[in-house]
């Protein structure tokens, strides 16, 4: 099996934090394109773009830049020279992640056990599993146990 690119979805938790510095590693072994997609569902649309003076391209910046941020904070240097790939999707969060890894040809998506709802499942988190149940895409799921606690 050829990975050549992977996909980390993040919303900035803790397990996402770790699932970069996976990915990462991931990359520099595979030598594989990275993309980070932070997903606002409909809801968050709204309320982040109702205030006066943030347009869409704001909060689109704003968390690209959050995403650049978390990326240099988690990749420990592990891709020097690659830049990763940042998308900002909308829509229900699994069914998206799952849309853009197969429109996008991602050849494996990490992700963490949890995301910033917590323990919404006592095992993993229901994002996570609706992305494992609707692609035939290899899924990696890193547990953070520190994060558990």
Known sequence: MKISHIL?????????????QNAAFFCKVFDAQLTLAH???LGEVNALT??????????????QNDMQQEYN???SGCQLGKK???????GEPAE????FAEESQVDMIIMGTH??????SIFLGSVTVDVI???CIPVTVIKCLSALH
Request: overall charge negative.
């Open 39 to 41: 997903i606002l569902t």
């Open 84 to 90: 990763p790939i940042l998308e900002v999707l909308v």
């Open 50 to 63: 109702s205030e006066p003076g943030n347009p869409w391209e704001n909060v689109i910046q704003a968390i």
């Open 73 to 75: 904070k988690n990749s």
């Open 8 to 20: 980390v979805p993040t919303d900035f938790s803790p397990f996402s934090d770790l699932a970069i």
């Open 96 to 99: 998206e992640i799952v849309k």
């Open 133 to 135: 149940k609707r692609t």
């Open 115 to 120: 995301g910033r709802t917590g323990l919404a």
